[in-house]
């Protein structure tokens, strides 16, 4: 598949995950418009696209803000005229017993991981069904699927985008709008810098670069898929959860307490 006159709205672009989508896209011919928080980090992004996309752009929107969400979708319809794709990228982590995380902590994840999609989701909807034509791609984890200690709010929030691309699924479907969630493990970004020294480190080979991601995100665009999780072996235990719940849980609770730290800090 091609993206030439696509126009694709990705959140979280200035490092990572978001920004290696952002210059995939723009290289099989996409326009996209990418968002973050901060104009300085979006213009090491935005130099990148528009070497190979001129017409591309990126807009300063804190998705946890829904007015700031609803000015995001305003102007990328109005500047384009649509939006193909929908990528829900942008998230925040917390790396902290939940007893000892304070409460503008965690909302501050949720209204970004999980509240930030659902808002995005909301705004972009009405033009694809409009259209009855449409994309989008929420990024969930393995977290969204193994919960694991002291990452409880951000674990939550992304269980709970895994449950609304499910539902959606079935309503968005009739309606001529695809949706589909990606469930990467540990990936080598920024986003874990500020408590990689807290959490515990993963196997060398259960880590991804944003290129594993940025490729995964693309194929379920090709392909139509509803579901992709990875690494395999991330996949296979994921699995493996399925059939055999109780065991597994009794597993990784001694594995993960093998493994443990003491929290101190959090990340912002």
């Not at 794709?85 to 991981?113: H, M, P, W």
Request: net charge positive.
């Amino acid at each position: 598949m091609k993206f030439k006159d696509q126009v694709v709205l990705i959140t979280g672009v200035s490092s990572g995950i978001g920004q290696r989508l952002a210059i995939d896209l723009v290289a099989r011919g996409a326009t996209v418009v990418g968002c973050g928080r901060s104009q300085e980090r979006l213009q090491e992004t935005l130099s990148e696209m528009r070497r190979t996309s001129p017409a591309s752009a990126v807009y300063v929107c804190d998705v946890a803000d829904h007015e700031q969400v609803k000015n995001l979708i305003f102007y990328v319809l109005s500047e384009f005229g649509k939006i193909d794709v929908l990528i829900n990228n942008a998230g925040i982590g917390l790396y902290q017993a939940f007893a000892d995380s304070s409460l503008d902590a965690i909302e501050k994840i949720v209204r970004t991981n999980f509240l930030g999609a659902l808002y995005c989701i909301k705004e972009a909807l009405p033009s694809m069904v409009e259209r009855r034509s449409g994309h989008i791609v929420n990024i969930s984890s393995v977290a969204g699927k193994i919960g694991t200690p002291r990452m409880a709010t951000y674990c939550a929030t992304k269980f709970a985008l895994i449950g609304l691309t499910e539902s959606l699924y079935h309503e968005l479907r009739p309606l001529g709008v695809h949706i589909s969630v990606i469930c990467p493990g540990p990936v080598r970004t920024k986003f874990r810098l500020f408590f990689d020294d807290l959490a515990p480190g993963a196997p060398a080979f259960l880590i991804l670069n944003a290129e594993d991601v940025s490729q995964a995100v693309i194929h379920s665009l090709q392909k139509k898929k509803f579901e992709i999780v990875l690494p395999l072996w991330l996949a296979l235990a994921c699995f493996i959860k399925r059939l055999m719940p109780n065991l597994f849980r009794l597993l990784s609770y001694h594995a993960l307490r093998l493994r443990s730290v003491e929290p101190t800090k959090r990340a912002e």
